[in-house]
């Protein structure tokens, strides 16, 4: 993807959260504010990741301007060798409505498995939690 069209794309994206929205993604340090979430999204879509899907479990609105949602998401991520891996995990988002639109207000998400198998090209400026998941599940499966 090219760089300008994935900016482009970020700040699409972004444009759908609350001003002080909250992302706290893996492996990086909470995410606050548009211009953050924003900066966040155009790195994970430098990724080449293709094949995003979300799927909504359960979305509940839990107040008059509040609702939460639940659910999975799968992925396709370059490996090497040219090959490509599925992820797949899950989210959790809190919507708040503002002037009359949902907006994100938290965003947040994990892999069900240890990406091991992902390029570091795949994974950027989070590197070091894939490393401890990587090194979590070694202890598991010893």
Not at 39 to 68: E, M, W
Not at 86 to 98: E, F, I, M, N, T
Request: aromatic residues 8%; contains cysteine; hydrophobic residues 40%.
């Amino acid at each position: 993807m090219c760089r300008r069209f994935a900016t482009a794309v970020a700040w699409a994206v972004a444009a759908k959260y609350t001003e002080n929205a909250t992302m706290p993604p893996p492996g990086m340090d909470i995410q606050k504010g548009r211009a953050a979430i924003e900066k966040t999204v155009a790195g994970l879509g430098g990724t080449g990741i293709r094949n995003f899907a979300l799927t909504a479990v359960d979305v509940s609105q839990v107040g008059p301007d509040t609702a939460r949602e639940i659910g999975r998401f799968s992925l396709d991520a370059p490996a090497p060798k040219k090959k490509w891996v599925k992820a797949d995990g899950k989210y959790a988002v809190v919507w708040k409505l503002v002037a009359g639109e949902w907006l994100l207000d938290v965003d947040l998400w994990n892999l069900n498995k240890s990406p091991r198998c992902l390029t570091s090209q795949a994974r950027p400026r989070i590197p070091r939690a894939f490393d401890r998941l990587d090194r979590a599940h070694s202890h598991e499966s010893s």
